[in-house]
């Protein structure tokens, strides 16, 4: 037993300052009766039985020993030291760090500092997904520590080792150029619904639609109209003509221009027929025509959170993205076919 605290009846501990959060847990609340360092009083003691604690653990006079961390301090330390940009840190209580978003943006998380933490120390740290979109006081991750206390040697070793894996980066407010390509609505045979659908998305993550060129289905037309665009803009998108029809032109036409090709086919649904090329340094996104009927929630907003807050994407990130690459929409979609 460390030096400093001691566990006693719930009665015996009016007058004392409790050693640690001490929680009452019912079907419709939990939270803390009293926390660490308060003192305890008479009209705790009732609250404390009632919650099934007849003894608990009390503070001694000269209870700050040098060589612990006591689980509030502990779990801060943590999370400060995972904090990157765009994060603030809170308290929660009952041992609980919380990191909140500090502005809107991209959720970024090392996953492997966080099954580092998880494993060999008795820390637990718990995140969002990474790739998230948040806003300011979103909650992103909870730092936990298991016991009351840890020494300090282990606070100091695993908080040199976590800097800065969980931050939040900003849109950059970068202008994107809409690509349309069809011969029927080139032709006006067809009204044009995809400007419809990509404009709120790339407001919604900070970007802005600068312009339209609509174009037929040809190769040469549409590969000029995305070199056009690219000398207007930070950002281009291509709709329509990605499938494998053959008459289907749009990827080689992207291809044609000089981008260099990610991947086509992203792993998610819906909207797999799309792909991802960089001119340069700007990302080209060529999206089915499957982004007007799935409007709501399609790949776009997984590629636009990173894009627009000036992170490139990689081809085995990409691919990762098939495990949870199935959308809420796609299923809602399944389900109303079998109905």
Known sequence: ????????????????????????????????????????????????????????????????????????????????????????????????????????????????????????TDFRAMSRRSGSWVNPGDLLAIVELMPLYVPRAEVERVRNSIHGSVSVRAPLGLGAWLVVTGTEIYEGRVKDLAEGAVGP????????????????????????????????????????????????????????????????GFPVKPTTMGLLAYLGDKPVIGMSSGVVHFSRENALDVLLPRVCTGGRWTRDELASLGDGGIMESFLAEVQARRS
């Open 1 to 120: 037993m460390v030096e400093g605290w001691r566990v006693v009846r719930a009665e015996e501990a009016v007058g004392r300052r409790a050693a640690h959060d001490i929680t009452a847990v019912s079907a419709s609340a939990k939270g803390p009766i009293v926390r660490r360092g308060e003192v305890i009083t008479e009209r705790h003691v009732a609250a404390l039985r009632e919650a099934g604690h007849d003894y608990v653990a009390v503070l001694e006079p000269g209870s700050d020993a040098g060589d612990i961390v006591w689980e509030d301090a502990a779990v801060m330390d943590l999370a400060r030291a995972m904090a990157g940009e765009g994060v603030e840190v809170r308290y929660a209580g009952e041992g609980k760090a919380f990191i909140h978003a500090s502005t809107r943006g991209y959720l970024s998380i090392d996953p492997g500092l966080l099954v580092g933490v998880n494993s060999t």
């Open 201 to 264: 998305k790339l407001e919604l993550y900070g970007c802005r639609l600068l312009g339209k060129t609509v174009v037929p289905d040809d190769e040469r037309a549409i590969s000029s109209a995305i070199s056009d665009a690219a000398s207007r803009s930070d950002l281009v998108i291509v709709t329509g003509g990605m499938s494998v029809d053959p008459t289907d032109v749009t990827p080689r036409a992207v291809l044609s221009t000089g981008a260099k090709l990610v991947i086509y």
